[in-house]
């Protein structure tokens, strides 16, 4: 298994990325590569660039786990997880996230559940710079509502009485 994680202020080249996962390999049916770029608004209002802030060793290690649940739930043959932080300009990458499989379901939804994870409980902080100054951004309703089809379900109660 080939598991690479990576948080770097620098932009990253994800075909290479994807090479360094899949090159040499046959056993590999399907890849499913990601990549977030950041938009030139937020909300409907230009933006002039993002910060990203981690706290550096919990993120990867955040990272890292939920990385093992991915390969826990589906039978991936490699994972490549690369954020950036730092200031990212309108039209600069911010992360990429690439899953291996034998085939394209298993890529697919193991891709899915990173990102929806990335966006929605990975410890990253993000600042947006508008015209009129800077704001922390607030997580949205929808980004947790679609992570939420990824959680395990709860064993039903008994009742006490029975």
Known sequence: MNT??????????????????????????????????????EGGEPIAALTLEHYPGMAEAEIARHVEKAIARWPLLGVTVIHRFGRIAPGEDIVLVITASSHRQAA???????????????????????????????????????????????????????
């Open 108 to 162: 697919f939804a193991a891709a899915e559940f990173l990102m929806d994870y990335l966006k929605t409980r990975a410890p990253f902080w993000k600042q947006v710079e508008k015209r009129g100054g800077k704001s922390w951004v607030e997580a949205k309703a929808s980004d947790d509502s679609a992570a939420e089809r990824w959680s395990e379900p709860k064993p039903a109660r008994r009742d006490a009485a029975q």
């Open 4 to 41: 690479t994680i990576r948080l770097q202020r620098e932009p990253f080249d994800a075909a290479l990325e994807a090479r360094k996962l899949t090159g040499g390999r046959t056993d590999i049916g399907a890849v499913v590569t990601f990549t977030g770029v950041c938009r030139a608004d």
